[in-house]
């Protein structure tokens, strides 16, 4: 009489893994959905946290809010800077950004230039003082100049609340912005918030002039690789 061995088959069926792969793409696409909508929402609350600070600067230029330059205990402060006393900021107020870092600074510009202490400068520099530091916790958004993506260092000082000096590029319309992205990678999409400052009129002054918007874009898709050059030879 022949006994049947029963035999145990591993591995998966391909409807099993038909299955299994469903299941993958579809948590997949939860995940991307999920950080898509972290992400958004990290550049709406850094850009609404920017906007706040902005504003709050502009009041206290707008208010002539002083600053006493005579309490400050850092050693490191120029003896120059603490001399001014209780005043108005001889160079008003103004905001720091730092793209490499993705920080930024409100700060008091004292108006005296940090290489001599003498002359009076614009910017930001050892002599000014920083009274807000913030950094963009996700690390996966930069701050800067929106018209110019390779700025590295980028000021925007309210000397009154409607005269303004900056180094910030200003856009075919005249506007000076500031923006948080999460940069677009091909053939992903990026977001960002933009936030704008002022805008430069035609006798060239710079007038401040806040407003906040949002969009999503495309990245553009890379170059085609180059050729290898066909070398020719000639026959001789």
Not at 21 to 45: E, H
Not at 127 to 153: F, M, Q, Y
Not at 158 to 168: A, G, I, P, S, Y
Not at 219 to 230: G, I, R
């Amino acid at each position: 009489m022949f006994k049947k061995k029963l035999f145990n088959q591993d591995g998966l069926t391909f409807i099993e893994l038909m299955i299994a792969i469903g299941l993958i793409i579809f948590i997949s696409a939860l995940s991307v959905v999920y950080i898509q909508g972290d992400i958004k929402d990290d550049v709406n609350m850094a850009t609404d946290q920017l906007t706040a600070d902005i504003r709050y600067t502009r009041n206290l230029a707008a208010s002539r809010t002083a600053f006493d330059f005579s309490a400050i205990t850092d050693p490191t402060v120029p003896q120059a800077v603490k001399d001014l006393g209780n005043v108005y900021p001889p160079g008003g107020y103004g905001v720091y950004v730092h793209r490499p870092t993705d920080t930024y600074q409100i700060f008091v510009d004292s108006g005296i230039d940090g290489g001599d202490g003498n002359s009076t400068a614009e910017g930001f520099d050892d002599t000014d003082i920083v009274i807000k530091s913030v950094t963009i916790e996700n690390n996966l958004l930069e701050i800067g100049d929106a018209n110019h993506d390779n700025s590295v260092a980028s000021y925007f000082t309210f000397e009154t609340e409607k005269n303004v000096v900056t180094n910030l590029i200003s856009n075919t319309y005249s506007k000076y912005q500031i923006e948080v992205d999460f940069p677009a990678v091909y053939p992903e999409k990026g977001y960002r918030g933009v936030l704008t400052l002022g805008e430069r009129s035609d006798d060239g002054y710079i007038w401040a002039s806040l407003g906040k918007g949002y969009s999503e874009y495309s990245a553009s898709p890379p170059p085609p690789p180059e050729k290898d050059p066909v070398e020719k030879f000639q026959m001789e």
